[in-house]
């Protein structure tokens, strides 16, 4: 079956402009994570759903980072005005169950490599 | 495409080799460990994990053991092939928190 699917691959913006990547997770699964990966650093936790539930959303670096899931599945990471350091690879991972006590598998994407001028 | 293993700890390893990679783990709360094996361009693969209960677990061709006393993981891998070259991370969690928290990235270099 299909993995996590982002898109754009690759994203380049001016400073100041606003950007929109989307994740699309496997089918059916419940739990969605957005990671910010840095040049040569692993991947730092940005925000997660659970279904349309925005239930963690500490690892935003500013109020121009913004996340939805309007309806459970597809994701939107929108970042407003960017800036330099905003360059980063944006990953996305989903996972099947949801909710404390239950661990599992996060899957994945590509990644969106967003390089801001 | 872009490394991303740039300025990380390399291991070069002569194919058929056995490998070892080292992580120390920060939160001694954590109570669920992942090994993800990241290649250039694409995004952290899954590859074995562990829960807090166990100390050892194995896998196709790797094992990973861990030490909570220490916070010390370890991930195994036997005779390691040209394709297992790539940065290898540890992710660690705890049972009432779903977000990950990735240790430093270890890049391993297959010499064939």
């Known amino acids: 079956g299909a993995g996590v699917s982002q898109s754009p691959r690759y994203k380049v913006a001016k400073r100041g402009q606003d950007v929109a990547l989307r994740c699309d997770p496997i089918s059916g699964h419940v739990s969605l994570f957005w990671y910010q990966q840095a040049l040569g650093q692993g991947p730092e936790f940005l925000t997660y759903f659970q279904n349309e539930a925005q239930l963690d959303k500490s690892g935003l670096p500013s109020d121009r980072f913004f996340a939805e899931r309007p309806e459970g599945s597809v994701s939107t990471l929108k970042i407003q005005r960017t800036q330099q350091e905003d360059s980063a690879v944006y990953l996305c991972?989903?996972?099947?169950?949801?909710?404390?006590?239950?661990?599992?598998?996060?899957?994945f994407g590509p990644g969106t490599r967003l390089t801001v001028l | 495409g872009e490394s991303v293993g740039l300025h990380l700890p390399t291991l070069s390893v002569q194919e058929g080799d056995n490998s070892i990679i080292n992580c120390a783990y920060s939160n001694s709360a954590s109570d669920y460990f992942i090994w993800y094996k990241q290649e250039s361009g694409k995004g952290p693969q899954f590859i074995i994990d562990?829960?807090?209960?166990?100390d050892k677990r194995q896998g196709q061709r790797v094992t990973v053991l861990l030490n909570k006393t220490v916070k010390h993981l370890s991930l195994q891998i036997a005779a390691t092939q040209p394709g297992d070259s790539a940065v290898y991370f540890c992710a660690e969690t705890t049972r009432g928190n779903n977000r990950l928290a990735f240790g430093k990235g270890n890049q391993v270099v297959v010499i064939p």
């Open positions: 991972a989903s996972s099947l169950r949801g909710g404390t006590g239950k661990m599992d598998t996060q899957y």
């Open positions: 562990i829960r807090s209960n166990m």
